[in-house]
């Protein structure tokens, strides 16, 4: 069975950093390029980075670029999101999926 | 961006009936590849999003098959044939052919 579990997420103040895992089972991590897509409270979904097989090739909503960095560990098979700078935009539920399969998400909220 | 813009944003059904949710492009969602990646997910209330229809209108493993997608280019559709309980939530079409990929602000389906 395929899973996709994230955790890290907790209430951060604004202008601080956090640090997402998504650990993956039941498939073969290092054959799919992942994402993390964001769902703010109450609002639609939103794509918010997206890292190719190897993690060679990485591509981001321009909001977040310079300050969310997407990477992978094959070896793992985990899917991290580092996010640094964060605002209070950022608060959202963030989900790591393949698109195919998504996991339950993690809230995020940024606030003072 | 490429914007999608999904009608109607809410539908009203009873148990037995077909419906028909719209997906309209900014632009066309062809690559250069010759796929057309546009996806439709179901979102039940306080769920993840679920794959149901990839590629326009390949049917994802599992999915009952009164789900069934159809289009091109810019003009997308998904189709339920007897709408079921289980089927209420609010549906997204995303595109992956054109970074930042995007979602459509979503259709929430009711029981009337």
């Known amino acids: 069975e395929v899973q996709l579990v994230e955790s890290g997420g907790v209430l951060v103040q604004p202008g601080r950093s956090m640090k997402l895992s998504c650990a993956a089972s039941g498939f073969t991590f290092s054959s799919f390029p992942m994402a993390w897509v964001r769902q703010a409270p109450t609002k639609g979904l939103e794509w918010v980075a997206t890292?190719?097989?190897?993690?060679?090739?990485?591509y981001y909503r321009d909001s977040v670029k310079g300050r969310f960095t997407i990477s992978r560990d094959n070896a793992k098979s985990t899917l991290y999101l580092q996010m640094d700078s964060l605002r209070s935009e950022d608060t959202a539920t963030y989900y790591c999926?393949?698109?195919?399969?998504w996991g339950q998400g993690v809230m995020v909220t940024v606030s003072s | 961006d490429v914007v999608l813009t999904q009608t109607p944003p809410t539908l009203s059904a009873t148990i037995g009936q077909s419906v028909s949710i719209s997906c309209r492009s900014s632009q066309s969602l062809l690559h250069s590849n010759g796929n057309t990646y546009l996806n439709w997910l179901l979102q039940r209330p306080g769920q993840p999003p679920q794959l149901l229809i990839y590629?326009?209108?390949r049917l994802e493993s599992g999915v009952p098959n009164r789900f069934s997608g159809s289009g091109s280019g810019t003009d997308f559709t998904l189709k339920i044939s007897g709408v079921e309980a289980e089927d209420l939530g609010v549906y997204y079409c995303?595109?992956?052919?054109?970074?930042?990929?995007?979602f459509g602000a979503g259709t929430k389906l009711e029981l009337k």
């Open positions: 890292i190719s097989t190897s993690g060679g090739s990485t």
């Open positions: 995303v595109q992956s052919t054109h970074a930042p990929y995007t």
């Open positions: 590629l326009v209108s």
């Open positions: 999926t393949t698109w195919a399969h």
